[in-house]
């Protein structure tokens, strides 16, 4: 259910995922390696659905656009009241406050401190797609804005 979750939550207003034909394999030895895809999740904050040419824009995208067309567009997903909160929803399937960042970690009021929902990172009970990737046998990374969680074991590295 969880990964089903997750690639419905895959279409963030101004997110773009897109299946791409394999370019590259992981590390497994060419004769052994299964045909996969690459699979690239770009998230961009300030966007809006409407702002690339693959979904309608009278703005040129060319290249975002040449991605989607070769790939699958996602179209359902759905927003919460901070980008925080909305970012640890794209990043594990779930709901923000079951994913640990019922709201902004700034904004945290006195009587939701240290309460369920509101950790303030991407909770060890939810998985993020890195982490589901790195199991399938892919090799991941993240770049840009994190911003759901602080310190090394809640950085991206440690979740992908």
Not at 27 to 50: C, Q
Not at 71 to 88: D, Q
Not at 90 to 106: E, F, N, P
Not at 107 to 123: C, F, H, M, R, V
Request: proline letters at 5%; glycine letters at 12%.
């Amino acid at each position: 259910m969880l990964r089903r979750s997750l690639l419905c939550a895959a279409s963030l207003l101004g997110l773009l995922a897109a299946t791409l034909p394999c370019l590259a394999q992981t590390a497994l030895p060419a004769a052994a390696a299964p045909k996969r895809p690459n699979i690239v999740f770009i998230l961009i904050d300030d966007a809006g659905f409407g702002d690339f040419g693959a979904y309608g824009s009278e703005i040129a995208t060319p290249n975002i656009d040449s991605i989607a067309k070769a790939g699958v567009r996602f179209t359902n997903f759905h927003t919460a009241s901070t980008c925080e909160s909305t970012r640890v929803m794209l990043q594990s399937g779930v709901d923000s406050h079951r994913a640990g960042a019922g709201t902004l970690l700034v904004t945290i009021a006195d009587n939701q401190k240290g309460k369920p929902g509101y950790e303030g990172y991407l909770s060890d009970n939810v998985n993020s797609p890195g982490q589901l990737m790195r199991d399938g046998g892919y090799a991941t990374y993240y770049t840009g804005k994190w911003n759901i969680g602080k310190g090394v074991e809640r950085s991206p590295g440690a979740r992908s």
